[in-house]
Nanobody
């Protein structure tokens, strides 16, 4: 499995960005997908996850109501729509894959993308 995240950038507070993650492999539809982020000097933290069916989604409290995760199994992509961005959302965002099970635990994911930088200015 190889993952490539893209779509980050510089945006003003209150703005929006849409991150995408492209999955290379044969069985995307059996992988739960997630987004994590890591700010300078901080631990990597869970942002959002989606089940392999797409029926279940999970969000960190800090992004609930502002971010939306979705997936397109035909395109082998997962997306993170980020609205009402805050300076505290500034971080490198990583997509991750785990066979079958969506969790909020970093160590449960064994495939990671390279990360895309999101910077929110005040």
């Amino acid at each position: 499995v190889q993952l490539q995240a893209y779509g980050g950038g510089l945006v003003q507070a209150g703005g929006s960005l849409r991150l995408s993650c492209a999955f290379s492999g044969r069985t995307f539809s059996r992988y739960a997908m997630a987004w994590f982020r890591q700010a300078p000097g901080k631990e990597r933290e869970f942002v959002s996850a989606i089940s392999w069916t797409g029926d279940s989604t999970y969000y960190a409290d800090s992004v609930k109501g502002r971010f939306t995760i979705s997936r397109d199994n035909a395109e082998k992509k997962v997306f993170l729509q980020m609205n009402s961005l805050k300076p505290g959302d500034t971080a490198v965002y990583y997509c991750a894959a785990n066979f079958l099970t969506a969790t909020t635990i970093t160590s449960h994911y064994d495939s990671w993308g390279q990360g895309t930088q999101v910077t929110v200015s005040s």
